[in-house]
C-alpha cells in the first residue's frame, strides 16, 4: 500500500513559482512511477508529468513543457513539481500518483488528496 500526501499549493501571481510536494508513507514508493495530474474547474483531469521509479526519465504535458520540472528523492520518498512561468490556465487541484511510466491516469493505482494551485492573473 502505498499512501501520498501533497503539499506545496497556494496562490501565486501569474509569473510565479510553486514547488508541490508528493510524499509517500509506504515501503514500496520506490517501485513505481509517480505522476502528476490536474483538474480545472469544469475540465476532465489531465495529465501534467510523471516520473521513472528510478527517477532518470521524465515525460511532460506540452502545455508545460519547459515550464515545470518533476524530481524525486527516492531516499526521502518524496516526488516534487516545481512549477515556473505559472499562468491562469494552471489553476487546478494538483494530485500526484503511484503507478505505471504512462500519461494514461488509468494506469495509475494510488492516489493523493489534490492540493490547490490558483494562479491570479
Known amino acids: 500500500q502505498v499512501q501520498l500526501i501533497e503539499s506545496g499549493g497556494g496562490l501565486v501571481q501569474a509569473g510565479g513559482s510553486l514547488r508541490l510536494s508528493c510524499a509517500s508513507s509506504?515501503?514500496?514508493?520506490?517501485?513505481?512511477?509517480v505522476g502528476w495530474f490536474r483538474r480545472a474547474p469544469g475540465k476532465e483531469r489531465e495529465f501534467v508529468a510523471t516520473?521513472?521509479?528510478?527517477?532518470?526519465?521524465?515525460n511532460y504535458a506540452d502545455s508545460v513543457k519547459g515550464r515545470f520540472t518533476i524530481s524525486r528523492d527516492n531516499i526521502k520518498n518524496t516526488v516534487y513539481l516545481q512549477m515556473n512561468r505559472l499562468s491562469p490556465e494552471d489553476t487546478a487541484v494538483y494530485s500526484c500518483?503511484?503507478?505505471?511510466?504512462?500519461?494514461?491516469?488509468?494506469?495509475?493505482?494510488?492516489w493523493g488528496q489534490g492540493t490547490q494551485v490558483t494562479v491570479s492573473s
Open positions: 500518483a503511484a503507478g505505471a511510466y504512462v500519461t494514461d491516469l488509468k494506469e495509475y493505482y494510488y
Open positions: 509506504g515501503r514500496t514508493f520506490t517501485d513505481y512511477a
Open positions: 516520473i521513472g521509479s528510478g527517477g532518470l526519465v521524465a
